[in-house]
Nanobody, 118 residues
Framework: VQLQASGGGLVQPGGSLRLSCAASGIMFSFYTMAWYRQAPGKQRELVASITSDARLNYADSVIGRFTISRDNAKNTVYLQMNSLKPEDTATYYC?????????????WGQGTLVTVSS
């Protein structure tokens, strides 16, 4: 199983970035996909998630600015980040999770760094 995250970088406050996470080795369409982030010295937190039937969930701090989406044909989940703020600076991690017959499958990507700074 591999979750390959990309799209991070340095952006000015107010700018935009789109993160991508390409999955392989899993039945992608059956998984809830999520983006988490972890800033230095802080705990990892959920940013956004999208279930297999496209139900969405967002952290309060990103509502109205970030949009999560998925393309099951490409086994890829996206995070469109607009109106970025310095406090969005973190390493962003892709997560895939599924409950199946009482067992949980939970996978993490390697992370991509987002730095919001002028």
């Amino acid at each position: 199983v591999q979750l390959q995250a990309s799209g991070g970088g340095l952006v000015q406050p107010g700018g935009s970035l789109r993160l991508s996470c390409a999955a392989s080795g899993i039945m992608f369409s059956f998984y809830t996909m999520a983006w988490y982030r972890q800033a230095p010295g802080k705990q990892r937190e959920l940013v956004a998630s999208i279930t297999s039937d496209a139900r969405l969930n967002y952290a309060d701090s990103v509502i109205g600015r970030f949009t999560i989406s998925r393309d099951n044909a490409k086994n890829t989940v996206y995070l469109q980040m607009n109106s970025l703020k310095p406090e969005d600076t973190a390493t962003y991690y892709c997560n895939a999770i599924r409950q199946h017959f009482g067992a949980q499958a939970n996978y993490w990507g390697q992370g991509t760094l987002v730095t919001v700074s002028s």
